[in-house]
């Protein structure tokens, strides 16, 4: 397959289009993450659809500070991974042809969701990001658009759009990819030293503990459903010396499903001991938030959760989460 490169939005439009067209949205620098989401898009498109890869690095998504200049730019080599990974184009298109006669004085509000955990510490980031998502389904016109839930929130909001202003494309969530060790990949890891790099693991693992802190949780409930607290089970269980796990399972079922206060600490653990570290873990936030409005969950929750991390490690800032899943039998997402 030949990947075809084009700049401009009549180029892309000019194309004659078969069976459905799927989008993957990057600033760029791709790496295997985004090669898992052009795949999944070339799956979703089937061999008579289109799937188009837009590399754009978007000054309204940068705050003061922040890394714009010194955010990588390989189109080369971008092309060649969108290529490998089954792209039919790769539309990358310059600033002045995304925002002719400069930045929009008209723009998309994230509204209050934008403002909590990313939206906090990046004031206006998710009102710059949302702009140019608009934009670019509206330049690219898919029937389909591919995002990765490592930017879960970024995720909701792009939905959250979507639905309300009535996009008509359909949005799809990709797994996170993650590098051997358990870092998500991100074009960002490329800035972190090797000390770094040891002390960045924290965010995954900190995730892992509280996954598997909300597994056994989940298990103790389950199990405790599965008991009747009745006297003669309880002679019944002593009897096979079973008597100490059905208390426990039945001292698990009175407290909130899943605990998702035990989830936090045994997360925040994790991080606190990775603060200490030579270089050290500086955190910005540790979440444990609903998806459909980023605002953190009661131990009474029952439903899909997102815990959520952002941290930075020397002058890199990072981010990480996992879906987990409380009140049921399942454990994690």
């Known amino acids: 397959m030949t990947t075809t490169l084009l700049s401009t939005a009549d180029e892309l439009h000019a194309r004659v289009r078969h ?83 400069g930045q929009p004085q008209v723009r998309i509000s994230a509204g209050p969701m934008g403002e909590r955990l990313e939206g906090a510490s990046r004031p206006g980031h998710f009102d710059g990001m949302l702009t140019v998502v608009a934009k670019l389904l509206h330049l690219t016109r898919p029937d389909v658009a591919l995002y990765g839930q490592k930017d879960a929130q970024q995720l909701a909001l792009i939905r959250r759009m979507a639905r309300d202003l009535n996009f008509g494309v359909e949005i799809l969530a990709v797994p996170t990819v993650r590098e051997e060790d358990g870092l998500a990949l991100s074009s960002r890891n490329r800035y972190l030293s090797s000390d770094e790099r040891r002390t960045a693991l924290a965010l995954s693992r900190a995730l892992f503990a509280g996954r598997d802190r909300h597994a056994a949780q989940e298990a103790l409930r389950a199990r405790a459903l599965e008991v009747p607290s009745t006297h003669a089970r309880a002679e019944a269980l002593s009897a096979i010396g079973e008597s100490r796990a059905a208390a426990d399972a039945h001292a698990v079922a009175k407290v909130a499903p899943g605990a998702p206060t035990a989830v936090r600490a045994a997360a925040r653990l994790v991080l606190d001991e990775a603060g ?31 815990l959520a991390v952002a941290a930075r490690v020397g002058t890199t800032r990072l981010i990480d989460n996992l879906p987990l899943t409380f009140g049921s039998l399942g454990a994690a997402s």
Request: proline share 7%.
């Open 19 to 101: 069976g459905r067209r799927a989008v993957v949205m990057t600033m760029g620098a791709l790496h295997e993450g985004h090669a898992t989401l052009i795949r999944a898009a070339r799956g979703i498109a089937g061999p008579d659809g289109e799937v188009v890869v837009t590399v754009f690095v978007n000054p309204l998504q940068f705050g003061a500070g922040e890394d714009l200049d010194r955010y990588p730019r390989t189109l080369e080599a971008d092309l060649k991974i969108a290529e490998q990974s089954g792209a039919d184009a790769v539309f990358a298109p310059s600033a002045d042809e995304v925002y002719p006669g």
């Open 276 to 306: 200490r570290l030579d270089p050290p873990l500086e955190l910005d936030y540790l979440a444990l938030v609903d998806p459909a409005d980023f605002t953190e969950i009661d131990d009474d929750f029952t439903g899909e959760a997102v």
